[in-house]
């Protein structure tokens, strides 16, 4: 009888052991993380030399990301991301003339980010991994002049841009165990410009409400660090958007983007899985 208890004990123990295992297996093989993100965001738009405007203040939103492992030692990435805001706008007013005017107003922007990545995961030890990695993303948004989010009627002089851009991503990333249920983790992007397409709505000022534009492609730059402290998730980033100066519209001959930048500095709070 106690040869019987002590050998159901013992598959007992090592019954718990070998889930507790695999369960270890799962959280290797698979991550969830969803945060919510504050970021300081910078619009600026410049012509022959000239700053013809400059946006900035806060923006808001929240994302989540997901991982697994598809073979050793392949693994497939997802980010999704929506974010909203109003800024201060410092810029100008074109009349009919051509004379410039300087003009104080806001910005509302909301948006959404998509991006999925392949990536190689080169792990050196439990938690320690380098991943070199190709992906595609998106990110579209409306940026509306003249407007805040909470009212109804765009103010006078402002107008709506909807905006479309999809990029190729090529990414270094990797992470470092600093204990059993805590991580080190960094990446760097580089987003390469595949199509880029932009909708200006001028009939509040007596335009058109149609003009379409293909902003120039650039590259741009994305970049994040933080911990992975199992639940909770923290890091800061920073992004980069650039644009050169498009064309003149096909239809109207008068409108054009010029060139372009926006800088975005950040953090991201929330919990991993």
Partial sequence: MKTFILAALGIALA????????????????????????E??????????????????????????????????????????????DVDYDGHLQH???RLTPHKSTTSYNGFKLEGNLALRASASSGNYLKPYLGLG????????????????????????RWLTAYGILGLGGAVAASEKAS????????????????????????????????????????????????????IFVETLSFSESDVDEDYRSFLQPKSESTMIGAKFGLVF
Avoid: C
């Fill in 15 to 38: 019954g718990t052991a070998f889930a507790a295992e695999a369960s270890r297996a799962r959280q290797q093989d698979f991550s969830i993380r969803l945060y919510g993100l504050a």
């Fill in 96 to 98: 009919k003339d051509g």
């Fill in 184 to 235: 080190l983790f960094a990446t760097i992007e580089a987003h390469l410009p595949i199509y880029n397409s932009e909708t200006v709505d001028l009939e509040n000022t007596g335009g058109p409400d149609d003009v379409e534009l293909e902003p120039g492609k650039r590259a741009s730059l994305y970049a994040e660090a933080g911990i992975n402290a199992t639940p909770i998730t923290f890091s």
């Fill in 138 to 161: 998106f990110r579209g948004w409306n940026r509306t002049l003249g407007t805040k989010l909470s009212d109804r009627y765009i103010g006078d002089y402002g107008y709506e841009e």
């Fill in 40 to 85: 300081h965001f910078e619009w600026k738009e410049t012509m022959h030399g000239k700053q013809l405007l400059k946006e900035s203040g806060p923006l808001w939103g929240f994302g989540g990301e997901l991982a697994a492992k598809l073979a050793e030692p392949v693994w497939i990435e997802a980010r999704g991301e929506f974010f909203l805001g």
